[in-house]
């Protein structure tokens, strides 16, 4: 392209400091370096973890930054090494790499890579320099992504090349929320054909788990939030009941033990309180029962679990797509885990990211499942904060924000 080898100059979303709003900016995009590849972003998700960044609470964070990590664009050029794609081809971008090379990327059992945030940051590329600048100052990466410019450059291995069929507008979600709500169902609770489950929190991650547990044969799905409005869209993916605790004088845990006789096989946690992971583990049948973590603790939070919650048999996970915010911490007492209960985390719903993005979208473009029923808002970029209101209020699923 004729772009290729020069510095280009394009629009992106600033965060200046925490606390403020966006800001749509000017900004100079650097051409890729060794193993790195620069893209023009087409169409963007906002994702909540976004959210965090523009408060400030998202862990080791460093500002001026450009936010985004939910991208899907077309590959404008390659820097030197780089195999896996070619100018022209269609992408998409996500936030846990996978190098290919460290024991993690080598084990078949492990989606972890050494090159993830929780190990190495990512607010400069992997050299420790920056390849964005605005006014003339360097401008911060985020989680080596930063889709929220329409160029962007990016390590090889946090981007896979997708059919060339793919809606980029559509597909986008597959970087992040759908991935890890679907992949907790799929992947981590491994929800057998016939069990019946219970769903806490009907935002894009929770909807996701809903389309998990119907897509792996669950007979029985019950949908729970305390926004009703929320209700029609979790019974179009697949809820087969919706219920609101407020309209109940007991603990939810105990009108869902009312509702399946002995609890459900499997519950999910996608809201991310100490309350409701309790409300969610105690839900679960007392011998086999399974609850699932997919929420993010506020920082600073700790869950005290009741050891005779787990005695009898019931497990818990965690599957997250980030990470916990800065000082979270989950307080385990040894006597919970001496009749061999696990309790396991995953990422990003237990997908090795690269490997699987291009099966996730091959399996989207056979109506395998429907992710687009997550897209409640289509908005132009220069619209961003936005989307960021809408998701706030409450009042959007998944905003999509097109350049």
Same mark, same amino acid.
């Given at each position: ?6 510095? =280009? ?9 925490? %606390?403020?709003?966006?800001?749509? !900016? ?6 890729? #370096? ?6 023009? =972003? ?15 609470? &998202? ?15 077309? $590959?404008?050029?390659? +820097?030197?090494? $780089?195999? /896996? ?5 269609? $992408? ?7 190098? +290919? ?57 946090? @981007? ?12 986008? @979600? ?25 769903? &806490?929190?009907?935002?894009?991650? %929770? ?41 109940? #004088? #007991? ?16 519950? &999910?946690?996608? =809201?991310?309180?100490?309350?409701? @992971?309790?409300?969610?583990?105690? /839900? ?23 050891? &005779?919650?787990?005695?009898? +048999? ?7 797509? %980030? ?16 009749? %061999? ?7 990003? +719903? ?12 091959? /399996?989207?473009? !056979? ?7 997550? =897209? ?25 924000? @097109?350049?």
């Amino acid at each position: 392209m004729a772009t290729s080898g020069k510095v =280009i100059r394009c629009r992106a979303a600033v965060a200046w400091a925490a %606390g403020k709003s966006l800001s749509v !900016e000017e900004i100079e995009v650097a051409p890729p #370096k060794a193993r790195e590849v620069r893209v023009k =972003i087409v169409a963007t998700g906002i994702c909540r973890t976004d959210d965090h960044v523009l408060d400030g609470t &998202f862990p080791d964070l460093q500002f001026p930054v450009i936010p985004g990590h939910e991208g899907a664009g077309i $590959v404008e050029s390659i +820097g030197e090494g $780089v195999t /896996s794609v070619k100018p022209g081809d269609k $992408v998409i971008l996500f936030p846990l790499p996978q190098c +290919g090379e460290c024991s993690f990327c080598l084990n078949p059992d492990s989606n972890y890579c050494l090159k993830t945030h929780l190990t190495e940051p990512q607010n400069l590329m992997p050299d420790k320099t920056t390849r964005f600048t605005c006014k003339g100052k360097q401008i911060q990466h985020f989680l080596w992504n930063s889709t929220f410019a329409e160029y962007t450059v990016v390590p090889e291995y946090t @981007l896979a090349k997708i059919d060339a069929a793919a809606p980029l507008d559509k597909v986008c @979600l597959l970087a992040c929320g759908f991935p890890t709500g679907y992949g907790a169902a799929v992947n981590t609770a491994k929800v057998k054909p016939g069990s019946t489950c219970a769903v &806490f929190g009907l935002g894009g991650v %929770g909807l996701s788990v809903v389309m998990g547990c119907k897509a792996a044969g669950a007979s029985r799905i019950i949908a729970i939030d305390i926004n009703k409005d929320k209700f029609a869209k979790a019974k179009e993916m697949g809820a087969t009941e919706c219920i609101n605790p407020q309209d109940f #004088k #007991k603990p939810i845990q105990q009108v869902l033990t009312e509702m399946t006789g002995h609890g459900v096989d499997y519950s &999910f946690e996608a =809201i991310g309180t100490a309350d409701t @992971l309790i409300a969610a583990l105690a /839900s679960c049948n007392m011998n086999t029962g399974v609850c699932v973590m997919v929420g993010e603790p506020p920082a600073g939070s700790t869950v005290p679990i009741d050891p &005779f919650l787990l005695l009898s +048999g019931r497990t818990c996970k965690g599957t997250v797509v %980030g990470v916990l915010p800065a000082g979270s911490t989950v307080p385990i007492d040894p006597f919970l885990l001496l009749s %061999g209960r696990t309790c396991k985390g995953t990422l990003a +719903g237990g997908w090795k990211m690269r490997d699987s993005i291009p099966k996730l979208v091959a /399996s989207y473009l !056979e109506k395998k499942f429907n992710s687009d029923l997550l =897209i409640t808002h289509t908005l132009p970029f220069a619209k961003i904060n936005e989307g960021f209101e809408l998701l706030r209020a409450g009042k959007s699923i998944r905003t999509v924000m @097109l350049f």
